[in-house]
């Protein structure tokens, strides 16, 4: 599967928009190599060749991650750093530095203003994609697989199918994005909030109990193959995908 399809089938199931990239640079040829690269890929990419443009960018539609040149005609990609960590609504934003500065002292002082990860060039696309997923992995933007597979289960997003221990088991439209959500961040706990927000989108007000009948019913459906033990309870907390198994009093 193509990543744009791939992107697109994620969209279409959690109705969210692809994940965004800001690409700022100002050899053109550099940042629209990067900025294909990523577009391939199924990211949303703006491009920006100055700090000014970057600014205007972001005050219209915030990013999911920046790619930040060090050298920037009208101001340095430092400076630029410096200015997001300092404003509240960009405190946060996950950033990555790319300069031909490989020095190290260069790389301290771009980590210490805040960079979230820094890369010399020329870098590798690869390497350069790599860290993007890791960075926005760690900034809690979640990473979606169309195929997800752990502790004997497999869900498919794109045929609409969950196998367990190789048996297919058939699943109601919000057991089936519970499982497939759950499964996607394993051994990571959300609360019941967090998996409304999730697994059931936005505009939808129902109550907190109602995860729990659904997480019960999820669990009746993967009992026949033993698979419902992952779908583990975190007293006060909520629920959470693991492999581990979990300590008696806790199911
Ligand atoms: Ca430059």
Known sequence: MSDLRKAALLGAFYGRRQKSLLVVEDEPAVREMVADNFRMSGYAVEEASSVGEAWELISRAMPNLVLLDWMLP????????????????????????????????????????????????????????????????????????????????????????????????????????????????????????????????????????????????????LEPSGTDEHIQTVRGVGYKFSVAMPPQDAR
Not at 190 to 202: E, I, K, P, V, Y
């Open 74 to 221: 009208d101001s340095s990609g430092m400076e630029f750093l410096r200015r997001l960590r300092r404003e509240e609504p960009t405190r946060a934003l996950p950033v990555i530095m790319l300069t031909a500065r490989g020095e190290e002292a260069d790389r301290i002082r771009g980590l210490n203003v805040g960079a979230d990860d820094y890369l010399g060039k020329p870098f590798s696309l690869r390497e350069l994609e790599a860290r993007v997923k890791a960075v926005l992995r760690r900034a809690g933007v979640a990473d979606f697989e169309p195929v997800v597979r752990a502790g004997g289960l497999e869900i498919d997003l794109e045929r609409h199918r969950v196998m367990a221990n190789s048996v297919e088991t058939q699943l109601g439209p919000t057991e089936f994005r519970l499982l497939h959500f759950l499964m996607s961040h394993p051994e990571r706990v959300f609360s019941r909030t967090q998996l409304l927000d999730n697994a059931w989108g936005h505009d939808v007000y129902i109550e907190e109990r109602t995860v729990d009948v659904h997480v019960r019913r999820l669990r009746r459906r």
